[in-house]
């Protein structure tokens, strides 16, 4: 891409990850920030002031309106497929944060608008650009830990005070707890790892945090060649933690950490010893800043520009949220999650 900013950029959504949007895009010698939208007027002005362009607080004239043929999504879960389908109906090309939605509709909507609209939407789903989980996918496809076996993921963090009363619990506007939340990349990331799965059995739980939506999610996922996924993702993990492991008949790769209070990067492989004993390992750490957002970026606007690359698009996003709504369905199937009243741990708080 040339230094002539040939791509003009819309963004919706001024909140934490509304601004590594705008330093991704800021970065990148394509594309230009032309204006940011949101709801709350002065987050608007805050981050378009911060790059000098245009701060509104309608989305839907935003998008139709705004010289933009890129758009970036990135406000709470209730409003992300209504933004989105109505700029892609629009002829704008999109990159929706993840989960799409609240539900497999509301993603369905999307990935239908895209397809009609005959524009590029992608989901934002960076992880896959972190450079232990990079590693990591590049060693399974390239067979070096032979036939993959299994996945396990853990992801989760312990929220902070008030945690209960902000939007993400609220299933109006989040659409689910943290199956939904954190869960969706490790779902992400298994899918793309071991292919679509066949089947699910899964656990909600409301362990600690008063409100009606799930603080833990435990999910087994098997493909229909016998893989299994096991995950587990928590809002009662009082030190952050990422941990993505994948075994092969070969050996295993670990990712862990994203960095930040996560922990750095660490990308660990390693290969069984035929004759048994230690298996042989080799570790790399990334230590440096999160260039997740920024090479996420790069990829959609070769997307957008026709070229291949990585990340997941539309159809990716959809099939995370039908694996998300078949975890939900498996819980409940299995009995109603435990009651605040009802939790034996609550007085040792």
């Given at each position: 891409?040339?230094?002539q900013n040939s791509h003009r950029?819309?963004?919706?959504?001024?909140?934490?990850?509304?601004?590594?949007?705008?330093?991704?895009?800021?970065?990148?010698?394509?594309?230009?920030?032309?204006?940011?939208?949101?709801?709350?007027?002065?987050?608007?002005?805050?981050?378009?002031?911060?790059?000098?362009?245009?701060?509104?607080?309608?989305?839907?004239?935003?998008?139709?309106?705004?010289?933009?043929?890129?758009?970036?999504?990135?406000?709470?879960?209730?409003?992300?497929?209504?933004?989105?389908?109505?700029?892609?109906?629009?002829?704008?090309?999109?990159?929706?944060?993840?989960?799409?939605?609240?539900?497999?509709?509301?993603?369905?909507?999307?990935?239908?608008?895209?397809?009609?609209?005959?524009?590029?939407?992608?989901?934002?789903?960076?992880?896959?650009?972190?450079?232990?989980?990079?590693?990591?996918?590049?060693?399974?496809?390239?067979?070096?830990?032979?036939?993959?076996?299994?996945?396990?993921?853990?992801?989760?963090?312990?929220?902070?005070?008030?945690?209960?009363?902000e939007w993400r619990a609220d299933?109006?506007?989040?659409?689910?707890?943290?199956?939904?939340?954190?869960?969706?990349?490790?779902?992400?990331?298994?899918?793309?790892?071991?292919?679509?799965?066949?089947?699910?059995?899964?656990?909600?739980?409301?362990?600690?945090w008063d409100m009606p939506v799930?603080?833990?999610?435990?999910?087994?996922?098997?493909?229909?060649?016998?893989?299994?996924?096991?995950?587990?993702?928590?809002?009662?993990?009082?030190?952050?933690?990422?941990?993505?492991?994948?075994?092969?008949?070969?050996?295993?790769?670990?990712?862990?950490?994203?960095?930040?209070?996560?922990?750095?990067?660490?990308?660990?492989?390693?290969?069984?010893?035929?004759?048994?004993?230690?298996?042989?390992?080799?570790?790399?750490?990334?230590?440096?800043?999160?260039?997740?957002?920024?090479?996420?970026?790069?990829?959609?606007?070769?997307?957008?520009?026709?070229?291949?690359?990585?990340?997941?698009?539309?159809?990716?996003?959809?099939?995370?949220?039908?694996?998300?709504?078949?975890?939900?369905?498996?819980?409940?199937?299995?009995?109603?999650?435990?009651?605040?009243?009802?939790?034996?741990?609550?007085?040792?708080?």
């Amino acid at each position: 891409m040339s230094a002539q900013n040939s791509h003009r950029v819309l963004l919706v959504g001024a909140g934490g990850v509304g601004r590594k949007r705008a330093a991704a895009i800021a970065a990148h010698d394509g594309t230009r920030l032309v204006a940011v939208c949101d709801v709350e007027e002065s987050s608007a002005r805050g981050l378009a002031g911060d790059y000098g362009v245009a701060a509104l607080t309608d989305w839907s004239a935003a998008v139709r309106d705004v010289e933009a043929d890129l758009v970036i999504v990135s406000t709470t879960h209730d409003a992300l497929s209504a933004v989105t389908v109505a700029a892609l109906a629009a002829g704008r090309h999109v990159l929706c944060e993840k989960p799409l939605g609240r539900s497999r509709d509301e993603v369905a909507a999307s990935v239908a608008a895209s397809a009609a609209a005959g524009t590029v939407l992608r989901a934002g789903y960076n992880h896959r650009f972190h450079p232990a989980i990079r590693g990591l996918q590049a060693a399974a496809a390239a067979g070096d830990l032979g036939p993959l076996i299994s996945i396990r993921g853990r992801y989760g963090h312990g929220g902070r005070p008030g945690y209960d009363r902000e939007w993400r619990a609220d299933p109006a506007i989040s659409g689910g707890g943290e199956l939904l939340d954190q869960g969706a990349h490790l779902l992400d990331l298994s899918l793309w790892l071991l292919g679509d799965f066949a089947s699910v059995v899964a656990h909600t739980q409301t362990a600690y945090w008063d409100m009606p939506v799930e603080d833990n999610a435990f999910a087994l996922l098997r493909t229909a060649g016998g893989q299994v996924a096991s995950l587990h993702v928590s809002w009662t993990q009082w030190k952050n933690l990422f941990s993505l492991e994948v075994f092969g008949t070969d050996g295993y790769a670990i990712a862990a950490g994203l960095g930040g209070s996560y922990g750095p990067e660490r990308l660990t492989i390693g290969h069984r010893r035929p004759e048994g004993g230690a298996p042989v390992e080799r570790s790399q750490v990334f230590d440096g800043q999160d260039t997740s957002w920024d090479l996420e970026w790069d990829a959609f606007v070769q997307a957008v520009d026709g070229t291949a690359s990585a990340g997941a698009d539309g159809a990716a996003g959809l099939a995370t949220m039908e694996w998300i709504r078949r975890g939900y369905a498996s819980s409940a199937a299995a009995g109603a999650p435990v009651s605040v009243e009802d939790k034996p741990w609550e007085n040792n708080k």
